[in-house]
């Protein structure tokens, strides 16, 4: 019974160490795919702050074009002007007026337009600006968060090199039945291990026989549920009365053994 009862005690424990290994696997594994994904959310700043710098570029653009047209406007004005000077008739000289005139509403026009687009250049410019300030932002944090990444991985691997060294251990102390047996089960379910409890089963829930049940409480061999597959423990009532001089309970000390 003390064997017996001693490789159970260890294969809980085993239980635990691999839960834990498997949670920390996990954890490792999931960490580069959570960094990217907020790596992927720094690509849309980037998106925005090119959009914004490409409106306010084609806003300027435009503007110096127009600069340029009201400076050859201006040019045709002054040749219109010398043109004028010489004109024979009053004809000739309406006509240079009427056309010095077009090219002055030309010229009216490019000035409105370029006021227009300087006055929405400042909210662009300001987009622009607040944009760049927001991916600036997202990048120290993405940053912050991959710092945090490495090193919560560099303390899982740590963590997990530990467990896997207890384990190692905990595996030279067990019977090799007992753990052939723990390894089986616990390739298709992690939790290998169910309580027995008012003759049932805790995991699947299904009812145990009489006799099987007896032979769990008597823990002379390592027992399987006959359902689940999952190997039985059981834990003796603890009463104040009993306390530390009945059978010894798995987890030591009259403490129940969770197995939640
Ligand atoms: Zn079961």
């Given at each position: 019974m003390k064997d017996v009862l001693r490789d159970l005690e260890l294969i809980v424990r085993l239980q635990g160490l691999d839960l834990r290994a498997a949670e920390l696997r996990k954890e490792i594994a999931a960490l580069p795919k959570e960094v990217a994904l907020i790596e992927k959310a720094l690509d849309a700043h980037q998106r925005k702050l090119n959009g914004d710098r490409a409106v306010l570029a084609s806003n300027q653009?435009?503007?110096?074009?127009l600069d340029g047209d009201v400076q050859v406007h201006q040019q045709k004005i002054s040749k219109l002007r010398d043109?004028?000077?010489g004109a024979k008739t009053n004809?000739?000289?309406?006509?240079f007026q009427n056309e010095i005139n077009f090219v002055e509403q030309q010229i009216k026009k490019c000035e409105d337009r370029s006021i227009e687009l300087m006055l929405?250049?400042?909210a662009l410019d300001q987009n622009a600006k607040l944009s760049e300030a927001a991916l600036k932002q997202q990048r120290e944090k993405v940053e912050h968060r991959k710092a945090e990444?490495?090193?919560?991985?560099?303390?899982d691997q740590k963590q997990l090199a530990e467990l896997l060294a207890e384990r190692k251990l905990i595996c030279t102390e067990i019977s090799a039945a007992a753990l052939g047996t723990y390894e089986r089960v616990a390739r298709k379910s992690p939790n290998a291990v169910s309580e027995a409890s008012n003759g049932r089963c805790t995991v699947c829930r299904l009812e145990i026989r009489p006799q099987l049940y007896q032979d769990v409480k008597k823990c002379e061999r390592i027992i399987q549920c006959e359902n689940c597959r999952r190997i039985l423990h059981?834990?003796?009532?603890v009463a104040f009365d009993q306390a530390g001089s009945g059978p010894p309970a798995l987890g030591g000390s009259g403490t129940r053994v969770d197995m939640t």
């Open positions: 653009k435009e503007r110096r074009q043109q004028m000077s004809e000739q000289f309406r006509a929405e250049s400042e990444a490495r090193e919560r991985t560099l303390a059981y834990n003796p009532p």
